[in-house]
Nanobody, 125 residues
Framework: QVQLQESGPGLVKPSETLSLTCTVS??????????YNWIRQPPGKGLEWMGA???????YYSPSLKSRISISRDTSKNQFTLQLRSVTPEDTAVYYC?????????????????WGQGTQVTVSS
């Protein structure tokens, strides 16, 4: 059973960089043939796929975020990390990490296999 846990600051100031880490247990991120996704849900809105990194380390980003987002991994810690630069209050959301067996950009929760519990990030001065 794969388990995921997000961690990172809950409050980020405008123009700064949001950094979140997802720790994966129950399987190596280099051996399981999963895509490791970051997804967010702003208040009152639906899910938004942000990007993913696969078991081979290749990255995939939402076109709308491509200029600001980076996803990387630390295989020694079995973690993958989200960085979102130049944040604004519109980036306030609950951020989730989740796995999928295929590369999917859908906002359909059922397309993802395992989820972290989510972490609230607020962008405010």
């Amino acid at each position: 059973q794969v388990q995921l846990q997000e961690s990172g600051p809950g409050l980020v100031k405008p123009s700064e960089t949001l950094s979140l880490t997802c720790t994966v247990s129950g399987g190596s991120i280099t051996l399981n043939y999963y895509y490791y996704n970051w997804i967010r849900q702003p208040p009152g809105k639906g899910l938004e796929w942000m990007g993913a990194i696969d078991y081979d380390g290749s990255t995939y980003y939402s076109p709308s975020l491509k200029s600001r987002i980076s996803i990387s991994r630390d295989t020694s810690k079995n973690q993958f990390t989200l960085q979102l630069r130049s944040v604004t209050p519109e980036d306030t959301a609950v951020y989730y990490c989740a796995t999928s067996l295929i590369l999917t950009t859908t906002d359909n929760r059922d397309e993802y296999d395992y989820w972290g519990q989510g972490t609230q990030v607020t962008v405010s001065s």
